[in-house]
C-alpha cells in the first residue's frame, strides 16, 4: 500500500509540474493551502478571518479586520465566527478578489475602548482601521476627538441648524465633545447673548406663523407687516423698520425671528446690509456671487452652484419667493434658509454633490433631489413646511429631521440603496406621508405616524428602520 501511495503521490507530483508553466500556483504546497506561516501571520493567499498577530480587529471589536500587518490581532481570535473580515491581504492566490468598501464615512464604524476606528482606504477599498486610543490635550485634534482643552466654538455652528442662537461653547476635559451649556437657545423667553429677542423680552406674546432667519412676513409686498414670529417669535410694535435704520417703511413692525433676530425682510423685502447685487429681485446668480444671496420677497430666482468645485453658503429664499437652487454636478451649497411661503427647489443629485445643513420654514415648500450619490445632511424640515425627498440610488445619504404637518402630504424616496436612516421623520396627525425604500441596501427614515396619520410603506428587499406607529397609521410591506 505503501508504493501505491507513493507512485500516486508521485504521478501527481510529476502532473503538477506539467501544470505549473501553464497555471501558476496550481501546485501550492500543502502549508500554503492549509495554514499561514510564521506562527499565525496570513500568507498573501491567507484566509479570511483567520486568527493572526498581523490582522486587523474583527468586526467584532469595532472594526473590521486590516490590511497586511499594518493592524494588531483582537483578542480571542478573530475567526470569521467572531465578525471577523477578510484582510485586503487575504485573496487566495491565483485570482483577484473584488474589493468592497465596508465603510463610507467615520460613523459607520463602531467604536470600542482603547480605540478609534477611522474609515479610510484601503488597499483599494474602505475600511475601519485602528489608529489607537486619542490622546486628549496633546496639542492636536486626533482621530475621534472633537477639539482640544480650551479650544472655544462659536454655538452656532453646532448641532442641527437652529438647534442654538449664540454664545460660545467650550470644550469638554475629554476633547469628545463640546459643552453647550453656556449656549443661547431661542423660545425660552431669556435675551441671551447673541439674541436680539426672545419671546416676553420684545413686549409682546407669542402667536401666528413661521419665523426665519429673515422671519415670517408678508407673501406680497415688502411694506406689510406680515405675520408675527414662530418658535419664540413675535411682532413687536416697539421695534420697527426705523429702528433698523431703513427709511423704507419706517413704521412697519419688525417680527422676532426663530432664531431670535429682528426680521428685516418686511421692510425692503431683502434683509438689513444686503447689497444691492445680493438682494436678487427677481434676478439669477451663479458660483461665489450666490453665497449670502438672498431672493426678495415675492420673486422668482434661479441659483446655480452647480459644477465641481463650486460651492454656495447662506442663501436665502425670502417670504413668498420662488427658487430654484442647483448644487448637482458635484457642487456644495450650504445653509440654505427657505423661508415662510417660499418655494424650494433643490438638486443635488450626483456624486459629490452637497445639500447639507438646508432649513425648510414652517409655510414653505421644499423639494429635495438628493438622488445618485447626492448628500443632504442636517435637513431642518419645521413642523408646518411640505418636503419631499429624493434619495435614490447608491451612496445617495439624506439625514437631519423633518416633521409633517396636518393636512401635508410628504414623500421618501431612499429605494435602489439609498441610505435615509439619519433623517428623522415625524408624520403628524392629519399629515399623510409615503415611504419607499425598495431594494438592498436602501433604508427608510426613522418615522414616527402620530395617531390620525398615514403612512405607507415600500420596503421589499429593503430595510423600514423599525417605524414607531399609531395604531392603524401604517401599512404597506
Known amino acids: 500500500m505503501k508504493r501505491i501511495s507513493r507512485a500516486v503521490s508521485i504521478s501527481v507530483s510529476l502532473l503538477c509540474l506539467a501544470l505549473s508553466g501553464l497555471l501558476p500556483g496550481a501546485c501550492a504546497s500543502e502549508e500554503n493551502a492549509l495554514g499561514p506561516a510564521d506562527g499565525g501571520a496570513q500568507s498573501s493567499g491567507g484566509r479570511s478571518g483567520s486568527a ?3 490582522a486587523g480587529k474583527t468586526n467584532a471589536s469595532g472594526g473590521s479586520a486590516g490590511a497586511g500587518s499594518a493592524g494588531k490581532a483582537n483578542a480571542g481570535g478573530g475567526t470569521k465566527a467572531q465578525g471577523g473580515q477578510p484582510s485586503a491581504a487575504g485573496a487566495p492566490s491565483g485570482g483577484t478578489a473584488t474589493l468592497a468598501d465596508k465603510c463610507q464615512i467615520d460613523a459607520d464604524c463602531a467604536q ?35 477639539c482640544e482643552v480650551g479650544d472655544t466654538k462659536a454655538c452656532t455652528a453646532l448641532g442641527n441648524p437652529g438647534d442654538f442662537s ?25 435675551l441671551e447673548p447673541g ?21 415670517a412676513g408678508s407673501s406680497g409686498d415688502a411694506g406689510s407687516s406680515g405675520d408675527t414670529g414662530g418658535a419664540g417669535g413675535v411682532a413687536s410694535s416697539s421695534h420697527t423698520c426705523g ?13 422676532c425671528t426663530d432664531t431670535c433676530h429682528f426680521d428685516t425682510t418686511v421692510c425692503s423685502g431683502c434683509s438689513k446690509g444686503i447689497g444691492v447685487g445680493q438682494c436678487l429681485a427677481g434676478a439669477d446668480c451663479a458660483v461665489s456671487a450666490c453665497n449670502g444671496a438672498e431672493c426678495k420677497v415675492g420673486t422668482s430666482c434661479d441659483i446655480d452652484c452647480s459644477g465641481g468645485g463650486n460651492s454656495c453658503a447662506d442663501v436665502q429664499c425670502n417670504h413668498g419667493a420662488t427658487c430654484t437652487i442647483k448644487c448637482n454636478s458635484s457642487g456644495a451649497c450650504a445653509g440654505v434658509v427657505c423661508d415662510s411661503g417660499s418655494t424650494c427647489a433643490l438638486d443635488c443629485s450626483g456624486g459629490g454633490s452637497t445639500c447639507n445643513g438646508t432649513i425648510c420654514k414652517a409655510g414653505a415648500s421644499c423639494k429635495f433631489d438628493c438622488s445618485t450619490a447626492g448628500n443632504c445632511k442636517k435637513v431642518n424640515c419645521q413642523p408646518g413646511a411640505d418636503c419631499d425627498f429624493q434619495c435614490h440610488g447608491g451612496g445617495s445619504i439624506c439625514s437631519g429631521q423633518a416633521t409633517c404637518g396636518e393636512g401635508k402630504s410628504c414623500a421618501f424616496h431612499c429605494d435602489s440603496s439609498g441610505n435615509c436612516a439619519d433623517l428623522n421623520v415625524t408624520c403628524q ?23 390620525g396619520s398615514t403612512c405607507t410603506f ?13 395604531d392603524g397609521t401604517c401599512t404597506g410591506n
Request: aromatic share 2%; hydrophobic share 20%.
Open 52 to 54: 493572526s498577530t498581523s
Open 112 to 146: 470600542v475602548t482603547g480605540s478609534c476606528f477611522v474609515c479610510e482606504a484601503v488597499s483599494g477599498a474602505k475600511d475601519c482601521v485602528d489608529h489607537g486610543a486619542p490622546v486628549c490635550d496633546n496639542g492636536k485634534v486626533d482621530p475621534c476627538e472633537k
Open 166 to 190: 449664540g454664545g460660545t461653547a467650550t470644550c469638554k476635559a475629554n476633547c469628545e465633545d463640546w459643552d453647550t451649556s453656556a449656549c443661547s437657545v431661542c423660545g425660552n423667553q431669556l
Open 195 to 215: 439674541e436680539e429677542c426672545d419671546g416676553a423680552d420684545t413686549g409682546e406674546s407669542s402667536a401666528g406663523g413661521a419665523g426665519s432667519s429673515g422671519g
Open 243 to 255: 429702528d433698523e435704520g431703513i427709511l423704507e417703511n419706517a413704521n412697519t413692525p419688525t417680527p
Open 429 to 451: 396627525q392629519g399629515s399623510s406621508c409615503s415611504f419607499s425604500c425598495a431594494g438592498g441596501g436602501s433604508t427608510c427614515p426613522k418615522a414616527t405616524c402620530e395617531a
Open 458 to 470: 415600500d420596503c421589499t428587499g429593503g430595510d423600514c428602520n423599525a417605524p414607531s406607529c399609531a
